[in-house]
Nanobody, 121 residues
Framework: QVQLVESGGGLVQAGGSLRLSCAAS?????MGWFRQAPGKEREFVAA????????YYADSVKGRFTISRDKDKNTAYLQMNSLKLEDTAVYYC?????????????????WGQGTQVTVSS
């Protein structure tokens, strides 16, 4: 069982930046970030293959968000720049036992509790 603890959410003005962190208690092969806005489905944001560092992004965040990991700290990060109103959501980190299909929710085995990101005008 892997536990995930997220931090770093908050309130920020449009155009600003935030960095989310996700600390994992055990080994993982892939980690991802998803988000869910009120009344909407949870959607993929970004993912990283833990060993190789290969990354994947949703089109809506490409060029603005960066996912990374610190192997020594067993922590994944999501650096969010040029934030927009539509980025407002609860952000969840997730860990997978596989490196395949990391853009799909069903391929993740563990989920964090979520952290709120609110972008204001």
């Amino acid at each position: 069982q892997v536990q995930l603890v997220e931090s770093g959410g908050g309130l920020v003005q449009a155009g600003g930046s935030l960095r989310l962190s996700c600390a994992a208690s055990g080994r993982t092969f892939g980690m991802g970030w998803f988000r869910q806005a009120p009344g909407k489905e949870r959607e993929f944001v970004a993912a990283i293959i833990w060993s190789a560092g290969r990354t994947y992004y949703a089109d809506s965040v490409k060029g603005r968000f960066t996912i990374s990991r610190d192997k020594d700290k067993n922590t994944a990060y999501l650096q969010m720049n040029s934030l927009k109103l539509e980025d407002t959501a609860v952000y969840y980190c997730a860990a997978s036992k596989t490196t395949l299909g990391l853009i799909l929710r069903q391929n993740y085995d563990y989920w964090g509790q979520g952290t709120q990101v609110t972008v204001s005008s």
